[in-house]
């Protein structure tokens, strides 16, 4: 394991207010002291591992050494397998339940593990706390962990690299999609909701309430209003496929 793993940094639809942050932060500190835990997103669309995971994707795509404590996991309890995903130097701890697929897709070299270790504690409902953080932890500390090498992952083998959908909407009301901004032209047209939208490269390069379509901080196609809202706009955007033209 690469010495350089000094962040833990979490992923999970949890939301900013309850316990469960400060648990699992806890949950880490117990077995690391030293490890810097960052909470990189705690909005992760909600109980949607595969919306989930090409959000994730696209984060991970930001960043070189580090644990990501992974927990968008609607069938916490279940028979789904708890896995560990290594790839480029970053390691992954979390569900087999698509959250990882994107990244299984999107890159050439992966390593993916079978987490053997039991969670802590009596409980069935928070791997989170008692089994993900627990294992994060060990790998940042480079200790030894039960697991055993499997050939691929269960859920999403089959999923596309992009995907064609509205994933995430951020405060602003910004629409993610799950289409990575690299592979696309400015020179493309986004259409969604029977409207054609044309690339601009910031908010103020459009008049106002006029929609359009950027490559965001996180490297995926967004549409966005200057001064209005996409998610207001385009009402029916969980409904809707994007196509790129």
Known sequence: MNNKLNTILTYTDFGATGPYLGQIEAAVKRESASACVIHLQSDAPVCNPKSAGYLLAALANQFDEAVFLCVVDPGVGSERRAVIVESQGQWFVGPDNGLFAPLYQQRDEMQVYRILQQPLGDYETFHGRDLFAYVAAKI??????????????????????????????????????????????????????????????????????????????????????????????????????????
Request: charged share 20%.
């Open 140 to 245: 940042h500390n480079k200790q030894y962990i039960a697991m055993e090498k499997v050939s691929e992952l269960q859920v999403g083998s089959g999923w596309k690299k992009d995907l064609n959908e509205i994933i995430y909407v951020d405060h602003f009301g910004n629409l993610f999609t799950g289409l990575r901004g690299r592979l696309v032209q400015h020179s493309a047209r986004v259409h969604i909701a029977g409207r054609e939208l044309s690339w601009a490269p910031r908010f103020d390069a459009v008049s106002q309430g006029e929609a359009f379509w950027y490559v965001n901080s996180c490297g995926l196609i967004e549409i966005a209003v200057n001064g209005g809202r996409a998610d207001m706009m385009f009402a029916n955007y969980r409904n809707e496929n994007i196509k790129v033209l």
